[in-house]
């Protein structure tokens, strides 16, 4: 599946800041690049539970200006951002900090767009409703401090948000969206709770999993992609029974990194087609909806898939286990994915949304803009079928 492709380019501008405790060295790092005032993105849970305390010294001990805005939730919105653009504006912010998972970390690149473009936000559109205008090279410098290990935020030039009005998920993209820094303190990921850890640990997978299995896969995509895969194999179910387990958060944190470059430079989006629309109609958690599809999109994979499947496998580490032959192991590739999931306690779907709109899920599945990055031709009726299991008792069985 992957190619060697000679003409292939590879821009990463984000300087990566990674260690144990790093995040309290924040402020110092904002000084080495001549940062004095900074406007902050978070969610209220973070501030509540203390993670943002550190981050708070830090920015005080250097003499940071900085405002926080803390009303940021799971799967944010225009209008969060515009409420958040109105919070920044007139301050004279010399830089945006995102601290938080995805949502936070995407609202920062946003509000960089909002305060520095005039016009509506929505005329940068790059993804879903069609752009306008250009996202020129006068944005805010923009810092992410991830506190989860999933999303990838902190190294990716998108900026996700909801639409709420038609119901989809919308893409700000540009290369001038790429955080100037990172700062990845894997010791920010030990107060996410059992359920948060799983989710955002199968976001990583389903990353990986749609770069490597992208008809743009290439060789540098899928080392990355497997090193991801592996990871949340090895660390997810540790991390999420004890969640102080710092070589495990650490081992996720650097896999986070690793999926979101396998999928941005992979073309990948196939669980994605899924996983969205799932996330956006319900409001539930990216990662989850994207890690609950990824059986269902797998089986439906499996006639063009099934070397890719068995190499997925060999990353478990279990290929000689007995009573099989080689040709079991797509197979079992897909029921490890399924016992992973149930092992580390995300929950039957069908418990969440009970009356689920299959019809409009299929349609919305079928217009996703990835649709070209499925392997295999896939229709409407199709996507019906794999939401009807991705909704049917016993899903993650066997």
């Known amino acids: 599946m992957a190619k060697f492709n000679p003409e292939f380019e590879i821009f990463i501008p984000t300087r990566i800041h990674f260690g144990l405790n790093k995040s309290k060295e924040l402020g110092d790092i904002l000084s080495q690049y001549g940062f004095r005032a900074a406007m902050v993105f978070t969610d209220s849970n973070l501030i509540k539970a203390g993670v943002f305390e550190n981050i708070e010294s830090s920015l005080q001990s250097a003499k940071i200006k900085y405002l926080t805005f803390d009303r940021i939730k799971e799967n944010p919105d225009i209008e969060t951002v515009l409420e958040a653009k109105a919070s920044a504006e007139g301050e004279g912010f010399d830089c945006i900090i995102g601290v938080g998972g995805g949502g936070p970390i995407d609202v920062a690149k946003a509000v960089s767009v909002a305060l520095t473009h005039s016009g509506d936000i929505r005329d940068y559109i790059a993804y879903t409703t069609g752009q306008k205008k250009p996202i020129e090279n006068k944005v805010l410098p923009i810092i992410a401090v991830p506190t989860t290990s999933g999303s990838g935020a902190e190294v990716s030039p998108v900026a996700v948000i909801v639409d709420r009005k038609i119901e989809t998920k919308i893409g700000l ?17 030990v107060t996410l709770l059992p359920l948060q850890t799983a989710g955002a640990g199968m976001d990583i997978f389903a990353h990986a999993f749609d770069a490597f299995v992208s008809p743009w896969a290439t060789i540098f995509t899928d080392a990355l992609a497997k090193e991801a895969m592996e990871a949340v194999f090895k660390y997810l179910r540790i991390a999420v029974q004890e969640g102080d387990n710092l070589e495990a ?4 944190s650097i896999a986070s990194i690793m999926a ?3 999928i941005y430079f992979g073309k990948g989006g196939a669980v994605h087609t899924i996983g969205e629309p799932l996330g956006t109609i319900y409001n539930i958690p990216h990662g989850y909806t994207c890690g609950y599809a990824l059986p269902a999109m797998m089986n439906f994979l499996m006639p063009v898939m099934r070397e890719r ?3 997925i496998y060999s990353l478990i580490g279990d290929v000689k286990c007995p009573g099989g ?18 092992e580390t306690g995300l929950p039957e779907i069908s418990t969440i949304v009970s009356k689920p709109d299959i019809d409009k899920l299929s349609k919305a599945s079928v217009t996703h803009l ?19 299991k991705i909704f049917s008792k016993g899903y993650l069985s066997g």
Do not use: N, W
């Open 173 to 189: 993209f540009s290369e001038h969206l790429f955080p100037g820094a990172a700062v990845v303190d894997p010791t920010l990921t």
């Open 249 to 252: 958060r650490s081992a996720l």
């Open 260 to 262: 979101l470059l396998s």
């Open 309 to 311: 499947f068995s190499k």
């Open 325 to 342: 032959s080689k040709g079991d192991l797509p197979q079992r590739c897909i029921s490890e994915v399924k016992k992973l999931i149930r």
């Open 370 to 388: 990835a649709i070209d990055r499925v392997p295999m031709p896939i229709s409407r009726e199709d996507y019906i079928d794999i939401y009807s």
